[in-house]
């Protein structure tokens, strides 16, 4: 391979990026799902494009975040945690009663 024709390979698959990163199209495919889990529901074909965009990132982030991924099936069910005690104070009293 020349040094010409490397260059000019580089220099297409930096400008794919440079387009691809403009048009964002997983953002503009991310966003389109999130907005149909409001509303309408989806039915049919849609639903199935929704549902598969959906899983594809919840998978791809327990793919890139094992760890905490598996802290959060773990403790998916706790219980809420529970605030301490309130206590009172009087304004204006001894702490001491006489």
Known sequence: MSTLTTT???????AAGYVLGRLRPARR???????????KRPTGLRYAAVWTVLSAENIGWLL?????GHRALKHQNDPPPKS????FRRVGHDTEET
């Not at 301490?84 to 206590?87: A, D, E, I, M």
């Open 29 to 39: 495919i991310s966003d389109w799902a999130h907005w149909h889990r409001y509303g």
């Open 8 to 14: 000019a390979a580089a220099l297409a698959v930096l």
């Open 84 to 87: 301490p005690p309130l206590q």
């Open 64 to 68: 890139a975040h094992p760890v905490q």
